[in-house]
């Protein structure tokens, strides 16, 4: 995989090279990077620079950079009078990247990255920055040696292979089990929180029909009671007209 984004990946290139001579001030070396367009190039240069810099010793280094507002870190450790170079995401663990030490006096892959950069491709490397032909970079003593396909497809393989970390760590896939369980844990807190929040709106909501009920139900008695009152006042006018008409009918004929 290639982006022209260093937060997409997190691994990000690698290099192999070595001194021309015993002074260390020609360096030939091969290079592998994953980013495109200008932070490709902005990568390249600064692998370059680490090259120089480090070319001649073996020991473990790592340093940190940026680019494109990405920290990164540059790993280089030696062996057998070639520097191996990879460049990762600065939080990607370092003891992926290195290994144990006997891992690369070993000359064998083991579950670690630059040890499997070394076995990949110390002797398609090796024969290239011995014979293949270079290209100088501007204003730098390292000289580019232009790696055959097989070997570019080895440094990508290794790259691409330790793409996540965790397939060679248990503690980062320890860490990474736990942050998938705290993250499914937050989310049934942040479920049970809305659930709750929502049993509170329906609670608010029966208090409120509730009330309206026993409103209704109070309007409802009074309305019926009226109606009553104005019936026994009907029927007590009906009354007196009928026993007015009995009495006038009564004295009428008598």
């Known amino acids: 995989a290639r982006s ?7 691994v990000h290139g690698c ?3 070595r001194a021309l001579d015993s002074t260390g001030k020609t360096v030939v070396a091969g290079f592998h990077t994953r980013l495109t367009g200008s932070t490709g190039s902005n990568l390249l240069a600064v692998m370059e620079r680490g090259m120089k810099d480090r070319i001649g010793q073996m020991d473990r280094h790592t340093e940190e950079f940026t680019i494109a507002g990405v920290p990164l870190t540059m790993h280089s450790v030696g062996s057998h009078q070639l520097l191996y170079m990879v460049i990762t995401r600065a ?3 370092h003891r992926v990247v290195f290994g144990r030490a006997a891992e690369m006096e070993a000359g064998f892959a083991m579950s670690s990255l630059l040890p499997q950069l070394a076995s990949e491709t110390s002797d398609q490397v090796s024969l290239s920055l011995a014979q293949g032909p270079t290209t100088p970079s501007s204003g730098s003593s390292v000289r580019r040696v232009v790696l055959p396909s097989r070997a570019v497809q080895a440094m990508e393989r290794v790259c691409a292979g330790f793409e996540s970390p965790r397939n060679y760590d248990t503690i980062t896939d320890v860490q990474a089990q736990v942050d998938d369980v705290t993250g499914l844990m937050r989310d049934n807190v942040n479920q049970i929180l809305h659930n709750s929040e929502q049993l509170s709106i329906l609670s608010d909501k029966a208090d409120v029909a509730n009330s309206q009920a026993g409103y209704f139900s109070k309007a409802a008695r009074e309305a019926r009671q009226h109606a009553q009152c104005q019936e026994y006042k009907m029927r007590a006018v009906i009354a007196g007209v009928v026993l007015v008409g009995v009495w006038i009918l009564y004295s009428w004929i008598f």
């Not at 022209?4 to 997190?10: T, Y």
């Open 91 to 93: 939080e990607y663990p």
């Open 15 to 17: 290099a192999v090279g």
């Open 4 to 10: 022209d984004s260093p937060s997409v990946l997190n």
